[in-house]
């Protein structure tokens, strides 16, 4: 599908399964610009640390030679005791830029675990994909983006060099410790400048990633159409569902009308059938309510059993608006309720004698 006619946001189904695929928005000159970096900090920080440890170790694997003839046992000794010495130096440095890289991932593109990207496939053996990429826009921004970054670090090298050429000039014949201290702070100065150059081209480079990633993660309509279904069923489906959901919920509000104390309506527009218990309920309740042909079909079944039916439009309004069935009705309605509930009960005793 050409990427023109992709023109729709990605549904959060389509980045879940793209990450499942291992395919995120990363960069990998941000993972090592900022290594780089950080093992440069931690060099700087422990460097005269580890210096003077790595000078005591020399120091004492040549001091304490062992006298005599050699063993394999004495060589293999102090071999192996040299080896945990620069382990144990080198252990900040190792753990630091670990830290960093783990760090540097999580934040890009979160805690993400996939094997897919390492599974064989077969399309994977077909070399035109291969040649189509190496043409490709990712791959010119590559192609442009290792050009800037050794043109860009190779101009800070000769910045760096034309103006501190009087500094390199001027060690030829001083003291070595001088020297050796002169020449540790240039490096580390010009590698400083380096790697935060590298990190500038790389941050842009994360940026470049992100859009490319969106840009092919776009969909089509219809394929939006497609995801939404899955994840959220047919359209069609859902509807004829909702209406079998409130054929039946009708049904059982119309089963409670004849059991209704009385049926207040609009006279047409609206119908709210109440029903008073005292031992169950504090309030009179809302037992079945509705508007137009439902409100009809309540003032059917409420004559078809007997049960009083009243007019009063304001109150049939503010009913069917603020209370819903099953529940009891607000304070603010006790007494205009409580006067039709009482005229029910009379009228009702009246055709009680009668009879």
């Not at 993972?31 to 900090?41: D, F, G, H, M, R």
């Not at 004495?74 to 630091?96: K, Y």
């Not at 969909?219 to 859902?238: A, S, Y």
Request: with cysteine; proline share 5%.
């Amino acid at each position: 599908m050409p990427l023109e006619d992709r023109t729709e946001a990605p549904t959060p189904r389509r980045r879940q399964e793209a990450r499942q695929e291992g395919q995120v928005a990363r960069s990998v000159e941000l993972n090592s610009a900022l290594i780089l970096l950080a093992s440069l900090v931690i060099i700087r920080l422990c460097g005269p640390l580890l210096a003077d440890r790595l000078r005591g170790t020399m120091i004492d694997a040549f001091t304490h030679f062992p006298k005599g003839d050699l063993t394999i046992g004495d060589v293999t000794s102090d071999l192996v005791r040299v080896l945990l010495e620069v382990g144990v130096m080198t252990a900040p440095i190792v753990i630091g830029v670990a830290v960093v890289g783990f760090l540097s991932s999580a934040l890009q593109v979160g805690l993400t675990v996939s094997s897919k990207p390492l599974q064989m496939r077969g399309e994977r053996l077909n070399p035109t994909p291969g040649i189509a990429r190496m043409f490709s826009v990712r791959a010119g921004v590559e192609c442009l983006k290792a050009i800037a970054k050794v043109s860009i670090v190779g101009y800070i090298v000769y910045t760096f060099i034309r103006d501190k050429y009087s500094d390199i000039a001027s060690l030829v014949g001083g003291h070595y410790l001088t020297a050796c201290s002169t020449i540790g702070k240039l490096t580390w100065e010009l590698l400083l400048r380096a790697s935060l150059a590298i990190l500038v081209i790389a941050a842009l480079d994360y940026m470049f990633q992100r859009f490319q990633h969106e840009k092919q993660l776009k969909m089509t309509k219809q394929e939006v159409k497609e995801d939404l279904k899955r994840t959220e069923g047919d359209p069609i489906v859902k509807s004829r569902i909702r209406q079998r959901q409130r054929a039946i919920s009708q049904r059982r509000m119309m089963r409670e009308v004849p059991k209704a104390d009385v049926v207040i309506t609009n006279p047409v527009h609206y119908a709210v059938a109440l029903k008073y218990e005292a031992e169950k309920h504090a309030a009179p309740v809302v037992v079945a309510k509705g508007q137009r042909l439902v409100a009809l079909k309540i003032r059917e079944i409420a004559e078809e059993n007997n049960v009083p039916i009243v007019e009063n439009p304001p109150l049939a309004r503010t009913l069917y608006r603020t209370v819903e069935i099953g529940d009891e009705i607000p304070a603010e309605l006790y007494q205009a309720v409580a006067e039709i509930l009482a005229y029910v009960y009379r009228l009702s005793r009246k055709v009680a004698s009668a009879a």
